[in-house]
């Protein structure tokens, strides 16, 4: 029997369309519908017959499992709650992206152990589960109506590459599944990336829309130090940090972010573009370090988001960024253990040289103490 073709172009509300897909997942149907990548062929996870004829259907090879598709990065935790600092740092990084994860399960407090045991049994692969958040609005209300998770997998056969548009997916899917979603061309046409991490460890299972020189970034640890104005304290402390790290990696400045680390300074009430203090570089000239061409920058969404660690000078500073990115609250902390920095500005030049002491002081406290900065086991 011929698919269900739902095109949500010419559908009057795509929200009739959705739910037509929506109660195909509840009868074990299988849909397929795009992602930003590819067109993906999906099944609700909460019936086996769904699963099993998706799994036949696939014939996965035996590098690949099938893959739950979760609305965000903190679903992902429910499915995946061992997920090392690896694998959170690049899946926080990328998702909603393309990039699936690969990590070992599933594990016996995730929701996949809820799950039909036969099932539990399709979705795992030499011990390893598959988990991507796709950054494509239809997929993502989908998975926000549907109860319960969904497992997809791309819609390539051994004869076809993966479709990009819906009239691709019928030629490769053809009577095999029984609703498409139309929601014409897929943005990247291309398969995501995917990658086996386990502790620290990134493999490249399949390259896709992600080069290896995007992995490598996501992999990084991003460290952004914050106060008011990125004049004075968080310029100096940027300057501190990446002077520590750069002799624990035997590298000098420039060659940093190579050892795998990136800091940033950012102030609540900076301006763009703004020179720092001509103390706060005299104070740092006592460590050999030039601060000298720093220029301010406001904190940003973008900074908070890719920030694995957040420094503050105050807590005021960190009440402020929790106000606007309360999902950051895990990664946000003040610099002094819950204590401030003073600021200061406008006090002669001998302050500025016990701020930067009392600054360095903390930095090393953090580095010796927070396994951010240690490998993994």
């Known amino acids: 029997m011929a698919p269900i073709v739902l095109d949500l172009k ?33 099944a609700s996870a909460l019936l086996v017959e769904g699963v099993e004829r998706l799994h036949r259907l696939k ?18 935790l429910d ?31 995730s929701v996949i152990s809820r799950l039909p045991e036969r099932v539990q049994e399709l979705c795992e692969l030499n011990g390893f589960i598959g988990i991507r958040v796709p950054a494509e609005n239809i997929a993502i209300e989908v998975l926000r109506l549907n ?35 139309d929601g014409g061309p ?10 086996k991490i386990v502790g620290n460890d990134v493999d490249i299972v399949r390259r896709g829309v992600l080069d290896e020189r995007a992995l490598k970034r996501m992999s990084d640890v991003n ?46 009430a900076a301006m763009p573009g703004g020179g720092v203090s001509t103390d706060a570089v005299h104070a740092l000239q006592a460590f050999n370090i030039d601060i000298s061409n720093h220029s301010s920058q406001p904190v940003t969404e973008r900074l908070v988001q890719q920030a694995d660690l957040i420094l503050t000078m105050t807590n005021t500073h960190r009440m402020a960024i929790l106000a606007q990115w309360p999902q950051a609250a895990g990664r946000t902390f003040t610099l ?3 204590t401030d920095v003073a600021d200061p500005i406008g006090m002669p030049a001998e302050y500025y040289t016990m701020c930067a002491e009392q600054i360095d002081k903390h930095l090393d406290n953090w580095i010796n103490e927070n396994p951010i900065f240690k490998p993994e086991s």
């Open 223 to 268: 460290i952004l130090i914050v106060c008011t104005g990125n004049t004075c304290r968080s310029p100096m402390a940027e300057g501190l940090l990446k002077g520590r790290l750069a002799k624990l990696a035997g590298c000098d400045f420039a060659s940093l972010s190579d050892s795998g680390f990136h800091v940033e300074s950012a102030g609540i």
């Open 147 to 181: 109860a319960g998770p969904v497992l997809m997998c791309n819609s390539g056969t051994n004869e076809f590459e993966p479709a990009a548009n819906a009239q691709e997916l019928m030629q490769c899917a053809g009577d095999s599944v029984d609703i498409v979603l």
């Open 186 to 195: 897929c943005r990247f046409a291309r398969p995501s990336t995917v990658v």
């Open 79 to 109: 499915y995946a709650p061992d997920m090392s600092m690896m694998a959170r740092r690049m899946a926080r990084k990328c998702w909603p992206g393309p990039l699936m994860i690969l990590v070992p399960g599933p594990h016996p407090d």
């Open 336 to 338: 002094a253990n819950n």
């Open 59 to 76: 014939n996965r090879p035996q590098t690949m499992p099938l893959v739950f598709l979760v609305k965000s990065y903190d679903d992902a």
């Open 10 to 42: 010419k559908t009057p509300d795509p929200r009739d369309a959705i739910h037509r897909a929506v109660e195909g997942f509840a009868a074990g149907q299988i849909v397929a519908m795009p992602t930003e990548t590819v067109y993906g062929i999906a």
